[in-house]
């Protein structure tokens, strides 16, 4: 009989819309020839109550806990006051905590997605796994040196989140028996902040699903294309930078050119930023079919931590991609062979320049990010190893 796992997740992981979704879910399909899942999931919505699970679900049961917005918001400000990391206050919940412990008897390890759930492992008997996908304390740093020294409300309340998210993260996984990340670089830094045994933290990396991904050599026309949600501050404040300090000077030299913006977005962002030549698509059936008119891929990244999956879809795609340095972190390949690393926005709008003009090197960059791909870039490939890592963990 399989081993059972309790996966709890802080968002409903349906549909697979955002980086964080995709990744637990693509965690969790790996595992049913091993293992029978049990998935407990706090949901902000009522129309995530009623979400209908697709077909081939690896999960065997699901239960679903409400969790309003308005008592998060409240969490959150009692968390300001009492010095709780808000990344955990947000999803505070007496009801999930009930249901974790009425779950928790039938199953024989606990798989925490993210620490905003790692809270509720405390009691669990059995072995415990914390997927904690990226080092999420970079993110704010990262976003407090990019703002300088000019003092803010949000500059203040990042920097109390820095620090209190660390010493969050930090405590709660040394409770865990694995903790997996998508990344040797974040995976360095928690080591180096945590001091936790490195046998105990591992890495699997992001991968492509080669058959919803295409590849599409013949590309023509001047249209860029941005991959991913806005309702992540990271992608906002790629896109918004992107328009305002690279897109205007590419442009100058080429009227033509136009950007795409494919993944949900707030109706303010795109009021604010939406006009004949910045196109916002929101959420798409097909990825593939929603680029297909499209040339470059554009990653201009400049806070966050983890794996951009954006850079693999473009690789895959057969979209040459522009990317930050930050973009390109836990990237296989090499600037200038599989992708092309620009550090400022004069970099950036002329390196793409360039590109719109040389079919033969975009053809060049496509393809070579194309084999790579291939080669190694499945999620069956990045992921064979995390059952085994399991079973070691069960007594």
Not at 120 to 149: H, M, Q, V, W
Not at 308 to 333: C, H, I
Request: charged share 25%.
């Amino acid at each position: 009989m399989p081993h059972r796992i309790l996966v709890l997740t802080p968002r409903f992981p349906f549909p697979l819309y955002g980086g964080d979704v995709l990744r637990i879910y693509r965690l969790c399909e790996a595992l049913p020839h091993h293992f029978q899942l049990t998935l407990l999931s706090i949901c902000q919505t009522r129309a995530e109550m009623e979400t209908p699970l697709p077909e081939g679900s690896p999960f065997s049961e699901v239960h679903r806990i409400y969790l309003p917005k308005w008592r998060s918001y409240i969490n959150t400000l009692l968390a300001l006051v009492t010095g709780q990391s808000m990344q955990t206050a947000y999803y505070e919940s007496r009801e999930f905590a009930r249901a974790v412990s009425r779950l928790q008897g039938t199953h024989d390890l606990l798989l925490c997605h993210l620490a905003r759930t790692a809270p509720y492992a405390k009691d669990f008997k059995g072995p415990k796994a914390l997927e904690l996908t990226d080092f999420i304390p970079l993110t704010y740093a990262r976003s407090n040196k990019l703002k300088g020294k000019n003092l803010s409300m949000r500059r203040l309340i990042y920097t109390l989140e820095q620090r209190r998210v660390e010493k969050a993260q930090n405590e709660l996984a040394r409770d865990f028996d694995l903790v997996t990340f998508v990344s040797e670089v974040d995976r360095a830094m928690f080591l180096a902040s945590s001091g936790m045994p490195e046998g105990k933290v591992v890495t699997f990396s992001n991968g492509v699903d080669l058959q919803e991904r295409p590849f599409s050599e013949v590309r023509a026309g001047k249209t860029l294309v941005f991959i991913g949600t806005l309702k992540a501050m990271p992608n906002a404040d790629a896109v918004s930078h992107f328009i305002v300090d690279v897109l205007p000077a590419i442009r100058r030299h080429d009227p033509e050119v136009k950007l795409r913006v494919i993944g949900a977005v707030d109706e303010k962002f795109k009021a604010r930023f939406e006009s004949p030549h910045v196109q916002f698509t929101g959420p798409v059936p097909d990825l593939a079919r929603a680029a297909e008119d499209c040339v470059i891929g554009i990653c201009p990244v400049r806070i966050g931590a983890g794996m951009q999956n954006k850079m693999l879809d473009y690789m895959a795609l057969g979209l040459p991609a522009v990317t930050s340095r930050v973009g390109a972190e836990g990237l296989d390949g090499s600037d200038g062979s599989t992708f092309v690393v620009a550090s400022t926005p004069e970099e950036f709008a002329d390196t793409i320049l360039s590109l719109l003009q040389d079919e033969g090197r975009r053809r060049e960059l496509a393809q070579s990010a194309r084999m790579m791909i291939e080669a190694n870039s499945s999620w069956s490939a990045r992921l064979a190893g995390l059952p085994g890592r399991l079973l070691d963990i069960l007594p």
